[in-house]
C-alpha cells in the first residue's frame, strides 16, 4: 500500500530538496567521475611503470641467463634463415666476434655447412627430428666443431621460429679418440706381451728339448768311430738343431723375462759402431743419414740387444726403399711428463734418449700397422723373412723399459721412434776383460741340478767324459738335502737357473752358506 | 498559506539547450565535442515510423561513431525497459545516450543512465536527490510539445510490479543538452498534439501556483500558458506545422523550465496515480484533471490564479474571486473541449470503487508536496469523482 507523507515536516524537506536546497542537491556533474578516474589512471600507471620494471627485470634475467648457458643457443626464423636471438656460447663457438648481432649461419660458415644447418633446422621445426647428434660443423677459418643440436618449434608473436641448442662436444670427441688410442695400444701392449709370453715360454722348452737333442747327438758322434753314414746322419741332425737353437734364441728375445745384465752404455756410440757395420754390408743406393742431438745417451742397456735393434730397423728401411734411397736416423733427449705419458701408457716419466729411424719407402698400410710386431707377422715372401725382426725389436725395447711406436703413411715412408730411459749410472770407461773363459776341470765331484731329465743326461756324458764325477740331481731340494749331509765331497757345483720350487740362484746361495768353499 | 517574497533563497537549473529550426542538426557536434566512441539511441517505435531516428542516425554516422538503436518502450516507460537498456549500455560499451522522442524515450534514458553508472536497480532511486552519481553524457531531442523531460529534473518511471509512477526527482537528471526543434512536431497526429500541449499547461499552471516557485520560473509560467492558450487549437488545425507549432515549443520549453524547478501540484499526483494504475496517457489525465484542480485550489492562493486568468485571456476587472475561479474553469475547459479531449475517466475505464486507492497513491506522490493546498484523502477522492 502506498504511504502518504508523514506529516508537514517531512513534506517540508522534500520541498526544500525539490527547491535544490537539499545536500547532496547538485547540477549534473563528472567531477567526482573524473577525480576517481584521474585516481585509477594514476594507480594504472604505477602499476604499468611497476609492471614495465619488472618486465626490464625479467628481460635482464633472461639475458643473462641466456648468455651464461654453456650451449649455444639461437632462435631462427627457419624460411627465412635470420637468427631473432643467438647468446654469446654460440657466437663463442664460431669465434663470432662483433659489436654487430650475428644474424644468420652464413657470417660465420661455409655455404655448404650453413645450408645444412638450415635444413636440419626446417626438420626440426616440422618436427620430423629433434636431436642431432656428432654434427661436424666446419669453420671458415678452418677449425672443427663437434656439436649435438637438440630443436624444436617456436611461436613469438605469431612468427614460427626453432629453438636450437648446439652442445659443443668438441672437447669430448677429442677425448673421446685419444681414449681410443690409449686403449688401443694398451690392446696392442696386452696382446704383444702375451705373445711374447708365449713365444718365450715355448721357446723355453723347446731350447731344452733340442739341446738334449744336440747333445746326445754330439756325445754319439764321438762314439761312431768310423760310421761315416751315421757320423753324417748326426751331423745333419747337429746342423738342423743349430738352426732350431737360433730360431728359439731369437723367441727368447722377444719375451719379456729374460734376465739379461744391463750396464750403462753410451747409445750414440753404438748406433755409430752398427751404422759402420750397416754401411758395409747394405748397398751403395742405400744411404744413412746420422743426426745425433741427444746429449745424454747413456741407458741401461743390453749392447748386443741395442745394436740389434738398429741393424733390424735399417735392414727392414732399405728392403721398404727397395735398396735405393736414404735412412734418417736421430737421436734426441725427450722429457717424459703426462702428456706423453696418456698417448704411451708404458712411458715412465723422466728423461728419455728418443731413437727415430724413418726412410722414404713404401710404408705400412693402415690395416696391418698394428699387426707388425706380432712374431711371425711378414710381408715379405715365403721364406724370405721370419716375421721376428720387429717383434724382437719390441721385445728388447721393452725389456729395457722403453717404448718403440710407429707412424707410417703408405707410398711415403715409415718413421720408428723408441724411447729409453736415460741412465743416472756412469759408464766403465774401457770394457772390462771378457770374463768367459773356458773351465777346463777334471778329476772333480761334481754336483749337477737340472730340472730336465735329458740336459741332466747329457750333462752328466759331458762331465764325466771330461774326467770328473758326477752326482745328479732333477729336484733342486732333493739337490739340497743330499749336499747338506755330504758338502765336503764337492768341488764344483753346475746348476740350471730356471727351476721349479727353488732357482739356481737361491740353491747357490744355500751352498754357499752351507760350504765356505763356494762363497 | 505563506507568501513568498521574491528575495526567497532560490535555484534554476536548465540544461545547455539549442532551440529553433534545425537545432536537431546540431547533434553531429555535440557527438565530437564530448569525444565519446559509442551512444546507445534510446526511442520508442511511434518515432521510428514517424523517421526522426534515421534524421538522428545521420547525425550520429556523420560524427564517425558508432551507435546501438534501443527503442523497446512502451508510452509509460516501465521499469524492465530501463534495466534491459542499461544491460545493453553496458553489454555494446557505450558511453554516451542519446533519446529521441517525447516523455517516454527522454524518462527511459535518464533512468539507464544512472543505473548503469550506480549499478542498481531503478526503483532505488525513486524519490528526491537519491542519485549517487551522474549517468554518462545525455543529450535529449523532444518530438512532442509537452513533456519537457529534455530540461527537467524529472524521470517517470513505472514500477510494473506495484503498479505505481515512480518519481525520480533530482538535478542530476538534468541532461546535458537539449536539441529542441519545432520542425519535429509535424509527425504528431491530433490526439497526441493535444494531450502533450495540455500538459504544457499543466505544467505552467502547477509550476505557477506552486509553493516551490520563485519570480524566475514565474516568468517562464506565465508567457507557457499565453502562448499554449494562444497557439495549441491552432496548431492541432494545422497539423503541427508553421508558427503555430514553433510557439508550442517554446510555450512547451517555458513551462518545462518552470516546473523542473519550481515542481508541480494535486494534477500530477494524481495523474501519476492513474497512470501506473491503468497505464492511461499522462497528458490525457492531466487535461481532464486540471479544471478540477483549479476549482480546488483557487481559494488557497487567488492572487496567482488570477494571473493565471489573465494569461488565459480573462478580462478580470471588476469580477469577484468566484467569477475569475469559475470563468479562469471555464477557459481551460474551453480549451480542452477545442481540443478534442470531451471525456471523463469513466471513459477511461476507471471503477469508482478504485477511487480511493488511487488517492492514497496522490497522496504519497512527491508532486503532492509542492501542491498550494494541504489536501487530504477525502479532497483527491472528491476530485477524481469530479472528473470521472
Same mark, same amino acid.
Given at each position: ?54 618486465? @626490464?627485470?625479467?628481460? /635482464? #634475467?633472461?639475458? $643473462? *641467463?641466456?648468455?651464461? =648457458? &654453456?650451449?649455444? +643457443? ?37 655455404? @655448404?655447412?650453413?645450408? /645444412? #644447418?638450415?635444413? $636440419? *633446422?626446417?626438420?626440426? =621445426? &616440422?618436427?620430423? +627430428? ?390 | ?388
Amino acid at each position: 500500500m502506498p504511504q502518504p507523507f508523514d506529516g508537514n515536516s517531512e513534506k517540508e524537506i522534500l520541498r526544500s530538496k525539490i527547491m535544490g536546497m537539499g545536500d547532496a542537491s547538485l547540477k549534473k556533474s563528472y567531477y567526482t567521475q573524473l577525480q576517481e578516474h584521474v585516481i585509477n589512471l594514476e594507480k594504472s600507471r604505477i602499476e604499468t611503470e611497476e609492471s614495465f620494471k619488472r618486465a @626490464e627485470a625479467n628481460k /635482464n #634475467l633472461f639475458i $643473462a *641467463l641466456f648468455n651464461q =648457458a &654453456s650451449d649455444g +643457443i639461437i632462435v631462427v626464423d627457419v624460411d627465412s634463415g635470420k637468427f631473432k636471438f643467438c647468446n654469446k656460447a654460440f657466437t663463442d663457438m664460431f669465434d663470432y666476434h662483433s659489436d654487430n648481432p650475428l644474424l644468420s649461419f652464413n657470417l660465420v660458415l661455409p655455404i @655448404e655447412d650453413a645450408e /645444412n #644447418l638450415e635444413n $636440419a *633446422l626446417k626438420k626440426m =621445426a &616440422s618436427g620430423e +627430428i629433434r636431436f642431432l647428434n656428432n654434427v661436424v660443423i666446419h669453420k671458415n677459418d678452418g677449425g672443427i666443431v663437434y656439436a649435438d643440436i637438440s630443436g624444436s618449434a617456436v611461436e613469438i608473436e605469431s612468427i614460427k621460429y626453432v629453438l636450437a641448442v648446439f652442445r659443443d662436444m668438441t672437447g669430448a670427441r677429442k677425448l673421446e679418440i685419444e681414449k681410443a688410442e690409449f686403449a688401443s695400444k694398451l690392446n696392442q701392449a696386452q696382446k704383444m706381451e702375451a705373445i711374447g709370453t708365449l713365444a718365450g715360454g715355448v721357446a723355453h722348452d723347446f731350447n731344452n728339448i733340442i739341446g738334449g737333442i744336440m747333445g746326445l747327438a754330439e756325445i754319439s758322434l764321438d762314439e761312431t768311430q768310423g760310421n761315416v753314414e751315421l757320423q753324417d746322419n748326426l751331423n745333419q741332425i747337429i746342423k738342423a738343431c743349430k738352426r732350431a737353437r737360433d730360431i728359439t734364441t731369437q723367441l727368447l728375445a722377444i719375451t719379456y723375462k729374460t734376465e739379461k745384465k744391463y750396464e750403462p752404455v753410451s747409445f750414440n756410440e753404438i748406433i755409430r759402431d752398427s751404422v759402420v757395420l750397416l754401411k758395409a754390408t747394405l748397398p751403395a743406393g742405400v744411404s744413412i743419414r746420422v743426426t745425433e742431438s741427444a746429449k745424454e745417451d747413456t741407458v741401461l742397456a743390453d749392447h748386443a740387444g741395442i745394436s740389434q735393434i738398429i741393424m733390424n730397423l735399417c735392414t727392414n728401411s732399405a728392403h721398404a726403399m727397395n735398396y735405393s734411397g736414404e735412412i734418417c736416423i736421430k737421436t734426441r733427449n725427450a722429457d717424459v711428463d703426462e702428456c706423453l705419458m696418456q698417448k704411451n701408457p708404458d712411458l715412465l716419466p723422466g728423461q728419455h734418449f728418443l731413437l727415430e729411424v724413418s726412410d722414404t719407402g713404401c710404408g705400412i698400410s693402415k690395416e696391418i700397422v698394428d699387426r707388425i710386431f706380432e712374431p711371425f707377422f711378414t710381408t715379405k715372401e715365403k721364406g724370405k723373412g721370419t716375421g721376428l725382426g720387429l717383434s724382437i725389436i719390441h721385445g728388447i725395447v721393452k725389456n729395457h723399459g722403453g717404448v718403440i711406436s710407429v707412424y707410417s703413411e703408405e707410398g711415403l715412408g715409415t718413421t720408428f721412434r723408441i724411447f729409453f730411459p736415460i741412465s743416472q749410472q756412469h759408464r766403465k770407461m774401457s770394457e772390462t776383460e771378457n770374463l768367459s773363459e773356458t773351465l777346463t776341470a777334471a778329476d772333480a765331484d761334481i754336483l749337477l741340478v737340472d730340472d730336465e731329465e735329458v740336459l741332466v743326461k747329457v750333462g752328466e756324458k759331458i762331465l764325466e767324459k771330461m774326467g770328473n764325477r758326477v752326482v745328479s740331481f732333477t729336484s733342486p731340494l732333493e739337490a739340497l738335502a743330499y749336499f747338506e749331509n755330504n758338502c765336503n765331497t764337492f768341488d764344483a757345483v753346475v746348476t740350471d737357473m730356471a727351476m721349479p720350487k727353488m732357482n739356481g740362484l737361491q740353491l747357490a746361495k744355500k751352498f754357499t752358506t752351507l760350504e765356505k768353499k763356494f762363497r | 498559506m505563506i507568501e513568498y517574497s521574491p528575495i526567497s533563497l532560490r535555484k534554476f537549473v536548465a540544461p545547455e539547450f539549442l532551440f529553433g529550426s534545425e537545432a536537431i542538426s546540431m547533434l553531429s557536434r555535440y557527438i565530437k565535442n564530448l569525444g565519446v566512441k559509442k551512444i546507445l539511441l534510446v526511442t520508442d517505435p511511434g518515432i521510428v515510423k514517424a523517421g526522426w531516428v534515421s534524421v538522428v542516425e545521420k547525425q550520429i554516422k556523420d560524427s564517425g561513431i558508432s551507435h546501438v538503436l534501443f527503442s523497446g518502450i512502451s508510452p509509460n516507460p516501465r521499469d524492465d525497459e530501463v534495466m534491459i537498456g542499461s544491460e545493453i549500455y553496458q553489454k555494446e560499451s557505450c558511453d554516451m545516450i542519446v533519446a529521441v522522442g517525447g516523455g517516454s524515450p527522454m524518462d527511459c534514458a535518464k533512468g539507464i543512465g544512472i543505473v548503469c553508472i550506480n549499478k542498481k536497480h531503478i526503483s532505488e532511486f525513486e524519490g528526491v536527490d537519491k542519485i549517487p552519481l551522474p549517468g554518462p553524457p545525455l543529450v535529449c531531442i523532444p518530438t512532442t510539445s509537452g513533456t519537457s523531460a529534455d530540461i527537467s529534473q524529472f524521470s517517470i518511471i513505472l514500477d510494473s510490479a506495484r503498479k505505481v509512477k515512480m518519481a525520480i526527482v533530482s538535478k542530476i537528471l538534468v541532461p546535458d543538452a537539449a536539441l529542441i526543434d519545432p520542425v519535429t512536431l509535424s509527425t504528431m497526429d491530433a490526439k497526441l498534439t493535444a494531450e502533450t500541449g495540455m500538459d504544457a499547461l499543466v505544467h505552467a499552471f502547477e509550476a505557477y501556483v506552486s509553493n516551490a516557485s520563485s519570480p524566475i520560473t514565474d516568468l517562464n509560467a506565465l508567457r507557457a500558458v499565453e502562448l499554449i492558450r494562444n497557439n495549441l487549437v491552432e496548431m492541432i488545425k494545422s497539423g503541427g506545422k508553421g508558427e503555430h507549432a514553433d510557439n508550442m515549443m517554446l510555450g512547451s520549453l517555458l513551462a518545462g523550465l518552470a516546473f523542473s524547478n519550481a515542481s508541480l501540484g494535486i494534477v500530477h499526483a494524481m495523474a501519476h496515480a492513474l497512470g501506473g494504475f491503468l497505464d492511461l496517457s499522462h497528458g490525457e489525465c492531466n487535461a481532464i484533471l486540471l479544471e478540477h484542480a483549479v476549482n480546488y485550489n483557487y481559494e488557497s492562493i487567488p492572487g496567482k490564479y488570477n494571473d493565471l486568468a489573465k494569461a488565459m485571456g480573462i478580462d478580470i476587472n471588476g469580477m469577484t474571486y468566484t467569477q475569475i475561479k469559475n470563468a479562469l474553469t471555464e477557459s481551460i475547459a474551453e480549451l480542452r473541449y477545442k481540443s478534442g479531449i470531451r471525456h471523463g475517466f469513466s471513459a477511461l475505464g476507471l471503477k469508482k470503487e478504485e477511487i480511493p486507492l488511487l488517492a492514497l497513491y496522490a497522496l504519497s506522490d512527491a508532486c503532492i508536496v509542492t501542491n498550494p493546498r494541504e489536501a487530504a484523502k477525502s479532497d483527491i477522492e472528491e476530485l477524481y469523482a469530479a472528473a470521472f
